[in-house]
């Protein structure tokens, strides 16, 4: 079976953009959770997607916004990049009754 | 917010030897997990302890839990150097089962 697969792996934005993640859930898992992890910090929850809609969010402002696919592929989105949004995003997808996740690599972001 | 707090925050060990880390939280709790990342990477689950356990054993690791002190502390017997990772506790409260707050970590080496 496939794990989760994120892209781009690394990316360089500047302040005001704005940066589209994709992640491929794990086969078989059918909600997508997305967090931010700054240097040196433990991971934050951003959003979570389960059957296209979002199903629990963090203490994220509204420009960070998400998407799920039918095929429970799902992409973060960043409007108004600042500075203090560089960091690793982590996609994790996990089946539908469980908090074990599967995470991806990561999605390194740097915003100058 | 981070809910757990890990102790040590970094450890440093010779190979052979054995690693204690440990998490405190501050709800009231569904499970607890803990993770392992390598290098920036994504993250690894290791094991899963749920609130009515004291204590779970998984090939080198043990875990324990203390919900009246709300704490945990994962220990890695005979430790390699393949073992040196950040490793991280990761909480599910009773409300919001699916999303996982995660603790800052303890980064361990095990030097050779």
């Known amino acids: 079976e496939t794990g989760v697969t994120q892209s781009p792996t690394h990316l360089i934005k500047t302040r005001g953009q704005q940066v589209t993640l994709r992640c491929s859930s794990q086969s078989g898992h059918n909600t997508v959770s997305w967090y931010q992890q700054a240097l040196g910090q433990g991971p934050q929850f951003i959003f979570q997607?389960?059957?296209?809609?979002?199903?629990g969010r963090g203490n994220f402002p509204p420009r960070f916004s998400g998407l799920q696919f039918p095929n429970y592929s799902s992409e973060l989105n960043v409007n108004a990049l600042e500075l203090d949004d560089s960091a690793l995003y982590l996609c994790?997808?996990?089946?539908?009754?469980?908090?074990?996740?599967?995470f991806g690599a990561g999605s390194r972001l740097t915003v100058l | 917010s981070q809910q757990g707090e890990e102790d040590p925050q970094a450890l440093s060990i010779q190979e052979g030897e054995n690693a204690t880390m440990n998490c405190s939280y501050k709800t009231s709790i569904n499970n607890l997990q803990w993770y392992r990342q390598n290098s920036g990477r994504g993250l690894v689950h290791l094991i899963l302890i749920r609130s009515n356990e004291r204590e779970k054993h998984s090939g080198r690791l043990r875990v324990t839990l203390d919900t009246s002190k709300k704490s945990s502390s994962l220990l890695i017997t005979a430790s390699r150097a393949a073992d040196t990772a950040s490793y991280f506790c990761?909480?599910?409260?009773?409300?919001?089962?699916?999303?996982?707050?995660f603790g800052q970590g303890t980064r361990l080496t095990i030097n050779p």
């Open positions: 990761a909480t599910a409260d009773i409300q919001g089962a699916q999303k996982l707050v």
């Open positions: 997607y389960y059957r296209e809609e979002e199903n």
């Open positions: 994790a997808s996990s089946p539908r009754g469980t908090n074990v996740l599967t």
